[in-house]
């Protein structure tokens, strides 16, 4: 197997496309966050605001009624669309055409909302980032791996991963197993973890950033948030993928510096 590409400052700042001055939100990008359920709506306010933070234009997101005011006093900026179910997703209709869509982030794994996601994938045209309670429908439904437009990227912790997968015995065979999985269905898998490894059918990429600070709730949401918002903004979807989990897990190395300067201020002032 060919030894992992670094994705280091050097090979990011190569990717990074400068933002011109005179740009307009109407050329930024909009991308579409359809996620949330009844007790799970933070998820979705969270991947909203990743993605309006990343440089995104527009944002929209669509989510159950139960969520509206939730997402509109939290994050104004962000239009919102809602389901006709009030607690869950059962009908995903929208009238324009997003520059990328971001699907999955708790919405749960009720019976309509599977049915609502297959529908989903089998008339949408958009790119695409599918993560949480998506991939586990997908695991559960494999057939549906075939919607998926070419390049769609998965985002699974291990878990998620070893439900797409199956089991595996070693760090070998696990890489060996998603590297078929990319393969077979022309998918772009984001592998959580420490690292975080990112394979595109035979090529893999390690990222160099990020700490401890990551594994908490609702990290994993801020990732679907920021590498839709890149694809949304036109990066090519591996060129998305590497630059969202690069710039992901700056931010937490940037907080946890910050942090612990303030912590040892702190300290020293009032001890």
Request: charged share 15%; hydrophobic share 40%; proline share 5%.
């Amino acid at each position: 197997m060919k030894e992992p590409i670094l994705s280091t400052h050097e090979t990011m700042l190569a990717l990074y496309k400068p933002i011109a001055k005179d740009t307009h939100k109407g050329i930024q990008g909009h991308a579409l966050l359809i996620g949330g359920s009844y007790g799970k709506m933070g998820s979705v306010c969270l991947s909203s605001k990743a993605a309006i933070k990343t440089g995104c234009g527009l944002v929209t997101a669509f989510i159950p009624k139960c969520g509206y005011t939730i997402l509109q006093t939290a994050l104004p900026e962000v239009m919102v669309l809602t389901d006709e179910n009030d607690k869950q997703l059962t009908n995903i209709q929208y009238h324009f055409a997003p520059n990328a869509v971001g699907i999955g982030v708790g919405i749960g794994q009720e019976g309509s909302t599977k049915k609502a996601l297959h529908h989903f994938l089998m008339t949408n045209q958009s790119p695409l980032v599918i993560d949480a309670d998506g991939l586990n429908i997908l695991a559960l439904h494999r057939a549906w791996l075939t919607l998926l437009p070419p390049q769609t990227i998965l985002t699974p912790h291990p878990k998620e991963l070893e439900r797409l997968l199956g089991s595996w015995h070693s760090e070998e065979e696990k890489r060996q197993k998603t590297i078929a999985f990319s393969k077979k269905y022309n998918v772009i898998v984001v592998m959580k973890g420490a690292p975080t490894y990112i394979i595109q059918q035979d090529t893999i990429y390690e990222n160099t950033t990020g700490n401890p600070a990551l594994a908490t709730a609702g990290s994993g949401d801020m990732l679907t948030g920021m590498i839709t918002s890149l694809l949304a903004q036109g990066y090519q979807p591996i060129e998305a993928a590497g630059l969202g989990v690069y710039l992901h897990g700056l931010t937490a190395d940037l907080a946890l510096a910050r942090n612990r300067v303030s912590i040892v201020y702190r300290f020293g002032r009032y001890h």
